[in-house]
């Protein structure tokens, strides 16, 4: 069982930057392939990006290309989006979840997730 915290969600401008936390209980997190996914209101979940157990493998959507980039430090069991260049279409609930295998873009991959936290992007 791996518990997730999201943390680092708010209100900033366009054009601004955040940095999202996903800490995670469970000696075993190292182990686990890791990705960010977001829902803004009446849209689908949709895949932004995703890293190897070992961070040395990482995937991004294409809208999160070039502005955000997912990190990871397995000692404090916490994977990291930074993301950057913000824009109104960002808006939604950011989510982490992990894989035991793969961990691509499909949700349906992920084991366990987060409750999320709300990233909003203003105009």
């Known amino acids: 069982q791996v518990q997730l915290v999201e943390s680092g969600g708010g209100l900033v401008q366009a054009g601004g930057s955040l940095r999202l936390s996903c800490a995670a209980s469970g000696r075993t997190f190292s182990s686990y392939h890791t990705g960010w996914f977001r829902q803004a209101p009446g849209k689908e979940r949709e895949f932004v990006a995703r890293?190897?157990?070992?961070?040395?493998?990482?995937n991004y959507a294409d809208s999160a290309k070039g502005r955000f980039t997912i990190s990871r430090d397995n000692a404090k069991n916490t994977v990291y989006l930074q993301m950057n260049s913000l824009k109104p279409e960002d808006t939604a609930v950011y989510s982490c979840?992990?894989?035991?295998?793969?961990?691509?873009?499909?949700?349906?991959?992920?084991?366990?997730w987060g409750q999320g936290t709300q990233v909003t992007v203003s105009s």
């Open positions: 979840a992990v894989a035991s295998y793969g961990g691509s873009s499909d949700p349906n991959d992920y084991n366990y």
């Open positions: 890293i190897s157990p070992s961070g040395g493998s990482r």
